[in-house]
């Protein structure tokens, strides 16, 4: 990879950044208050369009595989409040778990 | 440790060790050291750094790299208005904390129950997120294929799992819930339809509903 095209992906991120916190924030700031009831509602929009997308996407294309299950481990973790640590660690032995099961 | 800060830890740890993938993978597709160096530093977008490397590494052209990278990046432009009340009045720091502005650390932040904690859990996340990724990713770099697969260990899973976990505090009231609802619903329509990162630019869309019937709610209460 170039560095010319490095560095036009560090501007360009940067950009986006600065952009949110400068320009949509400054005048989210300063819009009334149902913007920022708007605003707070982003994070539940998009976290979960994260997990999503982590979950089951893969190559750009739904796909099911042992990450499904182990994600599936980690909802029942957070449903029984278990700790953000043993959360992390429960999804990664299951998903390891249930992919080296469908190798053997 | 405040258990905002130890989360924020645990989280980056986890993060450093996809790090160390992001490392291995850029080396196998060519990057220099201090090419990976820069990225990891400077670009610290982990869903573009990887999109990059795997575009030059099933032999596309730096364009499409750019601008896949680029398509991913976008959504960090969504989180800015979520954190920016924590940076200060200065036109400069404000832009200088632009840079740490990312899904891990707009997440930590946006659970706290007051802006104080918020800032702290912003801040530290940050801190360690930042450290963690770039030791990870120069370790993978010299380490190359010793380190074998991560997704043996499941890690691909964790980020996901960890992302439940920072989800389920948005989801006590039903705004929250609607916007949760149908900003994934969006995302899952789009993945068919359209390149990586637009998904997640569609699914901010799912706010809107989560807005309307807040304000409805919100007009029974005052009649």
């Known amino acids: 990879m170039s560095w010319t095209s490095i ?51 893969m190559d750009e294309r739904l796909v099911l595989d042992a990450r499904v299950w182990g994600v599936g481990a980690g909802v029942v973790a957070v449903w029984r409040r278990a700790p953000f640590t043993m959360v992390v660690v429960l999804t990664m032995a299951v998903t390891a778990l249930v992919r080296w099961q469908t190798l053997v | ?27 196998a597709a060519g990057l220099s050291l201090p090419q990976i160096i820069v990225m990891s530093a400077f670009l610290f977008t982990g ?51 632009a840079h740490f502005v990312i899904d891990e650390t707009t997440a930590m932040a946006s659970i706290q129950d007051d802006d104080e904690t918020a800032a702290d859990a912003f801040w530290w996340t940050a801190l360690w997120l930042w ?24 890690l691909d899973a964790a980020f996901p799992a960890a992302f439940i976990a920072l989800l389920v505090p948005h989801l006590r009231e039903r705004p929250g819930r609607v ?32 807005w309307l019937l807040g304000r409805r709610q919100g007009a029974q209460d005052v009649l």
Do not use: C
């Open chain 2, 47 to 97: 869903a573009s750094q990887f999109a990059a490397v795997s575009v030059i590494d099933s032999g596309g052209s730096s364009y499409a790299a750019v601008g896949s990278a680029m398509l991913l990046a976008a959504r960090n432009a969504l989180y800015g208005p979520v954190v920016s009340r924590f940076f200060g009045e200065s036109r400069l720091r404000r832009g200088l904390s």
């Open chain 2, 131 to 154: 450290s963690f990724w770039n030791i990870g990713s120069i370790g993978g770099a010299l380490l190359g294929s010793m380190i074998g697969d991560p997704e043996t260990y499941g």
């Open chain 1, 7 to 57: 560095w036009i992906m560090v501007g360009g991120a940067f950009g986006f950044k600065v952009f949110g916190v400068l320009g949509l924030g400054r005048m989210t700031e300063s819009a009334g208050r149902s913007f920022q009831v708007i605003t707070a509602l982003v994070p539940a929009a998009l976290f979960s369009a994260l997990v999503i997308v982590q979950t089951i996407v």
């Open chain 2, 1 to 27: 440790m405040a258990e905002h800060r130890r989360e924020g830890l645990v989280l980056s740890l986890a993060v450093g060790i996809v790090g160390m993938t992001f490392g291995v993978l850029a080396d």
């Open chain 2, 179 to 210: 916007a949760a609802l149908v900003g994934g619903g969006l995302a899952i329509a789009a993945v068919p339809i359209s390149p990586a990162g637009v998904p997640l630019l569609v699914a901010v869309l799912g706010v809107v509903p989560g």
